[in-house]
């Protein structure tokens, strides 16, 4: 795909979703904000915790990251009957938006392209982390609950933060972080055309990409 054919997909884009109040550093605030204040309110919650519930924090960050691999390489890139919005926005829209050769914001007016709608983060928390956090809570602990929110929530924003900067310039400071020319690297190659139905599906740290064999090795 073209550069010119990139700047007609983000022009039309923007026109689809306009919004004169959008912002797009009030939109990353929100994110940052509602999930730091779920996680530290799930923190304040926890008392004498158990060594078996700490457990809980690897085995919700193990089932986040599964849920987030099969979440892409499933209804965001297969178009479904009941997700077919999903597939619209993330295969159609993200991926003509961002491409391997055209990867950086423009503008602050191109955090939507990546950053999910606060509303999202709604339905994340109430119709997954709490429903799943209160079944916890009557038949395991009160820590276990609270301890499966924190990190479920701090993964949610883990993969925000990631994927927002992934895209910026790769020479800012955040884009010089430990590791994160890596972990871009891995993303943006997802960003080829030819590649994006078959490799790479971890947005962040690609365990269930190398345990399912699709982990991108540099031979297509």
């Given at each position: 795909?073209?550069?010119?054919?990139?700047?007609?997909?983000?022009?039309?884009?923007?026109?689809?979703?306009?919004?004169?109040?959008?912002?797009?550093?009030?939109?990353?605030?929100?994110?940052?904000?509602?999930?730091?204040?779920?996680?530290?309110?799930?923190?304040?919650?926890?008392?004498?915790?158990?060594?078996?519930?700490w457990?809980?924090?690897p085995?919700?960050?193990?089932?986040?990251?599964?849920?987030?691999?099969?979440?892409?390489?499933?209804?965001?890139?297969?178009?479904?009957?009941?997700?077919?919005?999903?597939?619209?926005?993330?295969?159609?829209?993200?991926?003509?938006?961002?491409?391997?050769?055209?990867?950086?914001?423009?503008?602050s007016?191109?955090?939507?392209?990546?950053?999910?709608?606060?509303?999202?983060?709604?339905?994340?928390l109430?119709?997954?982390?709490?429903?799943?956090?209160?079944?916890?809570?009557?038949?395991?602990?009160?820590?276990?609950?609270?301890?499966?929110?924190?990190?479920?929530?701090?993964?949610?924003?883990?993969?925000?933060?990631?994927?927002?900067?992934?895209?910026?310039?790769?020479?800012?400071?955040?884009?010089?972080?430990?590791?994160?020319?890596?972990?871009?690297?891995?993303?943006?190659?997802?960003?080829?055309?030819?590649?994006?139905?078959?490799?790479?599906?971890?947005?962040?740290?690609?365990?269930?990409?190398?345990?399912?064999?699709?982990?991108?090795?540099?031979?297509?």
């Amino acid at each position: 795909m073209g550069l010119e054919t990139v700047r007609q997909a983000r022009a039309a884009f923007h026109e689809r979703h306009a919004s004169r109040y959008y912002s797009g550093p009030l939109h990353l605030a929100t994110t940052v904000g509602i999930s730091l204040l779920v996680a530290v309110f799930s923190a304040t919650m926890l008392e004498a915790v158990s060594p078996l519930e700490w457990a809980t924090i690897p085995l919700t960050f193990l089932y986040a990251n599964l849920s987030e691999y099969l979440g892409h390489r499933g209804p965001m890139h297969h178009k479904t009957r009941f997700l077919g919005e999903v597939f619209k926005r993330h295969s159609i829209e993200h991926h003509s938006f961002f491409t391997d050769d055209a990867a950086t914001f423009d503008s602050s007016q191109d955090y939507k392209a990546v950053l999910f709608p606060p509303i999202l983060l709604v339905f994340f928390l109430g119709c997954f982390a709490m429903p799943v956090g209160a079944i916890l809570y009557y038949f395991v602990s009160p820590n276990v609950c609270f301890l499966f929110v924190l990190t479920a929530v701090l993964y949610f924003l883990n993969y925000e933060l990631l994927h927002f900067v992934y895209h910026m310039d790769p020479q800012s400071w955040t884009g010089r972080l430990p590791l994160m020319s890596r972990l871009r690297k891995h993303h943006i190659t997802h960003h080829n055309k030819v590649l994006m139905t078959s490799y790479n599906f971890n947005i962040t740290y690609p365990i269930c990409d190398r345990i399912f064999g699709t982990l991108f090795d540099g031979k297509a």
